[in-house]
């Protein structure tokens, strides 16, 4: 048995550990198999101590080699090269194999796509919206295996340590098909937020890869620095980030939905409200920060919204403090038109209201029927 698996069994067992360190047991599972990363040992230590278990740092590591099957490891493609590429705050470790496969180690895709560590891929990828996008051999089986996954020995000095990659074109397929389900609306919350970041590597990679073509066929790729193209991934994903950034918080769609009595889902609001942001959102705007917007924005279409066009270090942030502004006056109220009221008298508009009188209809009209203003009925 592995050492992971003498720790976790100290606690009672899976579902003992992941309780007392709130995780779920999948994750804790993946420990079992494949060991207690880095950063989860300093917390275990110190939860053996208060529970009183003997737990020792050097018990986090293997003190004899495994033993190897030869004729097995012989069959499994050596990684030749590795390194790690930046996503956002995690880092996806790559690998060149032998055969001249690029594959990336599947915990770097749970973590830099999925933001969780450990656990199976497989649940992500058997989610019922999700497989008419992906390809049959990332669709697990009965059994929850992948036929794209590829079984691969990364070189470790000493033993050779066998891990499992997705080749980097299958990893693409997985942004396609979750980005694709997303244009659909066909996804969870949790699962959006998932296509989002699916998203934002799709467009960087996709800018970075052109780059590199030109870079191939001019032959600068010789002369440019050695991290130039990940400096690029580093800098096109930053400005993803911004764009898939959720200026307009969910809060205030809630409550629009609450006012106008609209019964659909969010994702699904009606155009409409576009009017209503334009009245409560950019008509109240202070006016340094309309007048910029008016100066220097194009009229807004589909996908060049106004704020996309605010400056993020004055426009933007008066812009999402108006917003969360009226969010909290909109909690407080019952009726769109309460809303309206209740800005109306923060900034200081004054109501006006004009009234027209007619005289009454006459008896030779027919009823409903009235003379023009100015006309005596005879």
């Known amino acids: 048995m592995s050492k ?66 030869f004729e097995a490891a012989l069959k499994i493609p050596k990684a030749t090269h590795w390194g790690e590429l930046p996503i956002g705050d995690a880092l996806l470790p790559a690998y060149v194999l032998e055969t001249g496969e690029r594959v990336f180690a599947i915990k770097g895709v749970m973590v830099g796509l999925i933001e969780i560590e450990g656990g199976p891929l497989a649940e992500y990828l058997m989610v019922k919206k999700l497989k008419p996008y992906l390809p049959s051999d990332l669709i697990p089986d009965d059994n929850s295996n992948i036929a794209a996954l590829i079984e691969f020995d990364t070189g470790t000095k000493g033993f050779a340590r066998h891990a499992l990659g997705m080749p980097v074109e299958k990893f693409m397929d997985l942004c396609v098909a979750y980005s694709t389900a997303y244009e659909k609306g066909e996804l969870t919350e949790r699962q959006q937020k998932i296509a989002v970041n699916a998203n934002r590597f799709l467009r960087a990679t996709a800018k970075v890869g052109i780059v590199a073509l ?16 990940q400096l690029k991934l580093k800098l096109y994903l930053e400005e993803e980030m911004r764009e898939w950034e959720a200026t307009f918080p969910d809060e205030l769609w809630i409550e629009f939905q609450r006012l ?54 004055y426009g933007l942030k008066k812009l999402i403090e108006h917003i ?13 038109d309460e809303l309206r009221e209740r800005m109306a008298i923060q900034f200081g508009r004054h109501r006006v209201q004009l009234s027209l009188f007619l005289p009454p209809p006459s008896k030779k009209l027919p009823e409903g029927k009235c003379l023009p203003l100015g006309i005596e009925s005879k």
């Open 4 to 69: 992971a698996s003498d720790i976790i069994d100290k606690f009672g067992g899976q579902s003992a550990l992941a309780k007392m360190l709130n995780k779920r047991q999948s994750t804790v599972r993946h420990w079992y198999v494949n060991g207690i990363p880095a950063k989860w040992q300093k917390p275990v230590l110190e939860l053996a101590k208060n529970h009183g278990i003997n737990l020792q740092p050097g018990d986090f590591f293997e003190t004899e080699e495994e033993e190897i099957d």
């Open 214 to 229: 030109v870079d191939e066929v001019t032959g600068y790729q010789y002369d440019r620095p050695l991290d130039a193209l």
């Open 260 to 313: 106008t009595h609209w019964k659909g889902p969010l994702h699904l609001r009606p155009k409409w409200w576009g009017k209503l942001v334009n009245e409560l959102i950019y008509d109240y705007l202070d006016s340094d920060v309309f007048n910029w917007l008016r100066n220097n924005a194009p009229r807004p279409r589909k996908g060049q919204n106004y704020h996309k066009w605010l400056s993020s270090q």
């Open 324 to 336: 969360w502004m009226t969010i909290g006056m909109a909690k407080a109220c019952h009726t769109m």
